[in-house]
């Protein structure tokens, strides 16, 4: 089945520095990938969707220069987050859409910001 | 490994109906589940949850009921309307917090 992995699946950075996050779709490609930040009591926050080769759709809110992504090709997204704060600590998710519309989900990146 | 598994990729159901939605996991440190719907072009939003301390919870028309035991959750919606089509998906999580999903299952109620 499909599969979409996560790279690093947990990462610790100090303040103010960069920090890259990748989603891979492993055997299928992905014209549309999405990112996902986790609240507390696991609620989801929708903060973007990339398509490959073009620009981000950004939610309402969401900082498009803290959160960078790109979406280099049909089976990467990559999101950085720039000068990393605390408040930045988070769970964050990614997710890929395939030709047929499915969605498959990611296993996740903790990231912790000292 | 596949830890939550919903085995039904789609599901059809009569208007007024019940729809009965699957889910199994493997891991049994998982102690939250979750169910969460999602429409087309859109992130998915919380529906339910429940703690590995119940074996049911209820909300409106939509109630989860967990089996430890057998490792299985459902999700049942009485009465199904046709706007609860959608894609359900189960997720679990553990003490650190991560979400694991499953797979989804699209549910259609038809009118």
């Known amino acids: 089945g499909a599969v979409v992995s996560q790279h690093p699946s947990w990462v610790i950075c100090k303040s103010g520095t960069s920090v890259k996050i990748e989603c891979r779709s492993l055997?299928?490609?992905?014209?549309?990938m999405f990112w996902y930040r986790q609240f507390p009591k696991q609620s989801l926050m929708l903060m973007a969707t990339s398509n490959e080769g073009s620009k981000a759709t950004y939610e309402q809110g969401v900082e498009k220069d803290k959160f960078l992504i790109n979406h280099a090709s049909l089976t990467l997204s990559t999101l950085t987050v720039t000068s990393a704060h605390p408040e930045d600590s988070s769970f964050y998710i990614c997710?890929?859409?395939?030709?047929?519309?499915?969605?498959?989900f990611g296993p996740g990146t903790r990231l912790t910001v000292t | 490994d596949q830890q939550v598994k919903q085995n039904s990729p789609s599901l059809s159901v009569q208007e007024g109906r019940i729809s009965i939605l699957n889910c199994d996991y493997t891991?049994?440190?998982?102690?939250?589940f979750l169910w969460y719907k999602k429409y087309p072009a859109e992130g998915p939003t919380f529906l339910i949850s429940i703690s590995s301390i119940k074996d049911k919870n209820e909300d409106g028309r939509f109630t989860v009921f967990l089996n430890k035991s057998a490792k299985h959750l459902s999700l049942h919606i009485v009465p199904s309307q046709p706007g609860d089509s959608a894609v359900y998906f189960c997720a679990a999580s553990y003490w650190q917090g991560n979400l694991i999903f499953g797979k989804g299952t699209k549910l259609s109620v038809k009118p």
């Open positions: 055997d299928f490609q992905a014209t549309t």
């Open positions: 997710s890929a859409r395939d030709l047929r519309d499915e969605q498959y």
């Open positions: 891991n049994s440190m998982f102690d939250y």
